[in-house]
């Protein structure tokens, strides 16, 4: 906006120097006209540097200024039959309550306000006894010391008004959307900002939370065990079973944080390789086939890619065990898990269906949030811990690809990943 200020200074200063050229030019004949008569008593600042060159002066019929004349005392000279005077051999005067101001005689042409407008005046002074102009109603000549050469500047300032206005006015508007601008953008920009704070904030407060209760179990259960000191391994077992548990889920909690601050901080890099999509999907589905029988679910893979893809194999091994034991975990016995891998315009759709319990709407919203589980209740249950599918998020970003998650019909929830080629 600085930079537009000076801008439309140094526009408006250059107009109003061109708009007051054409009037400047009518006061400068006169100037000259007297001065080639010797009858100036000292140069004026009205274009010097053109006046050493000449100017073409005329008749004062081909002139379109007038003349303000003043005697020694600074008095206006006015003379009452102002149509005489413009039919006499004098040079035109005219009849206007205007104060002589001698300091003017040191300036260029100056624009100053009157009763009817605005003149644009030259102020001249004369050598003594050389000019004599009528005076009064009876025209009775009287020798004059000072004048103001004007010409009607009063259309003049009126437009370098409205060209002044219009340059405030499409500054005001244009700084008034630029402000705008910067507010769109500034708030566009804090986005992420803002949600990456956010998002560290619940991750600490999370964090802590998930890190308290297993330490708590873990401390609880330890000193239990301290009040018992002839019981044997065999009497503590249940204690020292489900501290393990807790110690596992640590382990896998820790694992899970540090794979997440390795995505924020772009520690961890992806590393594609040709890849054979049916072999691959099928030694990931071999161990949950196995625990699908077990549960009594059945886990089916269909695979419809007749090439090799690019694929970073740990990372994708590692969104299909999480996609895995999510759809196993929160699906009932008899329920169906199938993944399935296809080509559709140039990517690659890998697609984990089941007919488990499904997911609300509301939570489809967060799901990919950090931490957020429907019920914790089930979730700690089954051991998880709320970061399973935001590093499946991660890894499919890191891919350039899209994680959508959605109904499965009758029953049951679909996570669909699609990965470019």
Do not use: C
């Not at 089954?382 to 935001?390: A, Q, W, Y």
Request: charged share 20%; hydrophobic share 40%; aromatic share 8%.
């Amino acid at each position: 906006m600085a930079i537009f200020a000076i801008l439309a200074g140094v526009i408006f200063w250059n107009y109003s120097n061109s708009i007051y050229s054409n009037s400047d030019k009518v006061l400068e004949q006169y100037v000259n006209y007297y001065r080639q008569t010797n009858l100036l008593s000292q140069p004026t600042l009205s274009n010097n540097k053109k006046d050493q060159h000449g100017s073409p002066v005329g008749s004062f019929d081909d002139f379109r200024g007038k003349l303000l004349y003043y005697d020694k005392n600074q008095k206006q000279i006015i003379s009452e039959n102002v149509d005489t005077l413009a039919q006499s051999a004098s040079a035109p005067t005219f009849k206007m309550n205007v104060a002589f101001d001698s300091l003017d005689l040191d300036l260029p042409p100056q624009t100053v306000k009157t009763s009817k407008g605005y003149i644009r005046a030259q102020a001249i002074k004369f050598k003594d006894n050389t000019l004599m102009v009528p005076s009064g109603s009876d025209n009775q000549m009287t020798y004059a010391k000072y004048a103001y050469v004007f010409v009607d500047a009063t259309d003049t300032v009126i437009n370098l008004r409205h060209f002044q206005d219009l340059i405030i006015w499409s500054f005001a508007f244009a700084f008034g959307l630029a402000v705008m601008f910067a507010f769109v953008i500034s708030r566009h920009n804090m986005k992420p900002i803002l949600k990456a704070w956010q998002q560290q904030q619940d991750f600490v407060n999370n964090a802590a939370h998930e890190l308290r209760t297993p330490m708590s179990v873990i401390q609880g259960k330890l000193e239990t065990m301290l009040t018992k000191p002839d019981s044997t391994v065999r009497d503590q077992s249940e204690a020292i079973i489900l501290s393990l548990s807790e110690v596992r889920r640590l382990n896998s909690l820790t694992n899970n944080m540090l794979t997440l601050a390795k995505t924020g901080s772009n520690m961890t890099k992806i590393e594609k390789e040709p890849t054979d999509v049916a072999s691959f999907l099928n030694k990931i589905m071999t161990p949950y086939r196995e625990m699908g029988d077990l549960e009594g679910k059945l886990v089916e893979l269909d695979v419809n890619v007749d090439r090799s893809v690019a694929l970073d194999r740990k990372r994708i091994h590692q969104l299909l065990v999480l996609l895995l034991d999510n759809a196993l975990k929160y699906s009932d016995t008899g329920a169906t898990v199938k993944v399935s891998a296809v080509i559709e315009k140039k990517r690659l759709v890998l697609t984990v269906a089941d007919t488990g319990r499904g997911i609300s709407n509301e939570a489809k919203k967060h799901i990919f949030d950090r931490f957020y589980r429907e019920d914790k209740t089930g979730n700690r249950e089954t051991g998880g811990t709320g970061l399973g599918l935001s590093i499946a998020e991660w890894i499919v970003q890191a891919h350039n690809g899209r994680i959508i998650v959605s109904d499965n019909q009758p029953q049951g929830t679909i996570f669909k990943v699609s990965l470019p080629l």
